[in-house]
């Protein structure tokens, strides 16, 4: 099935810190999201993007299809945004398979 | 609150022993997702359900089942629980099947 590698596995900044997550996929995807898992466990959905770029407040999620990666932009950051961010993706065969997640980001924001 | 509902949010069992997860889904959603979080293995996809119908079989245990009723809620039923059977399952769900998911607050398994 398809692999999804994300880094920096771990991530501690300071508030008011920008950073760039990152996303490896190993084949052709028509699917592929970001989501956050805060520290009690909920998952969010952040962005749909299979490619191109989208933006959301200070968010934004770059997808390059034909080079299998995406990139998740935090700017400003808050406490409020530490926890874990999963990219999820799903290849080209259909959704047999569900969405293949990664292994997370787990990003602390110190204040 | 995302609108998929999940219950219990807490369940702790022995060994052997069999429990029912329940979901339901947002309104207007038809298709329904239960995902498996553990340390080891990181969110697992289990099955998928559209409009009732099973329409993707993923790392799914054979003590594993799961349906999805005609007013489209799901449950997923586990039985000869194991301690690894602990885990955080999760349960999805989205308008059409495309796979994009909204999720709910998790049900936290603790096999004794």
């Known amino acids: 099935g398809i692999q999804v590698e994300q880094s920096p596995p771990d991530l501690i900044l300071q508030e008011g810190a920008n950073s760039t997550l990152r996303c490896n996929f190993s084949?052709?995807?028509?699917?592929l999201q970001w989501f956050h898992q805060n520290p009690w466990g909920q998952l969010i959905n952040l962005f749909y993007i299979p490619s191109g770029t989208k933006q959301n407040g200070r968010l934004s999620a770059t997808t390059v299809a034909t080079e299998r990666y995406s990139l998740l932009y935090i700017s400003s950051s808050q406490t409020t945004d530490s926890g874990v961010y999963f990219c999820a993706v799903e290849g080209l065969g259909g959704g047999a398979d569900g969405l293949t997640f990664g292994k997370g980001t787990h990003l602390i924001i110190q204040p | 609150d995302s609108g998929v509902t999940q219950t219990p949010k807490h369940l702790i069992t022995a060994t052997g022993q069999r429990v029912t997860l329940r979901c339901s889904p947002r309104s207007g959603d038809l298709s329904v997702y239960w995902y498996q979080q553990s340390l080891d293995q990181g969110l697992q996809f289990l099955i998928q359900y559209y409009n009732g119908e099973e329409r993707a079989k993923g790392n799914i245990l054979e003590r594993f089942s799961a349906q999805q009723f005609p007013d489209l809620h799901s449950e997923l039923n586990l039985s000869s629980l194991e301690l690894g059977d602990s885990a955080l399952y999760f349960c999805?769900?989205?308008?059409?099947?495309?796979?994009?998911?909204?999720f709910g607050a998790g049900s936290r398994l603790t096999v004794l």
């Open positions: 084949d052709s995807v028509n699917n």
């Open positions: 999805a769900s989205s308008v059409d099947g495309a796979n994009v998911l909204t």
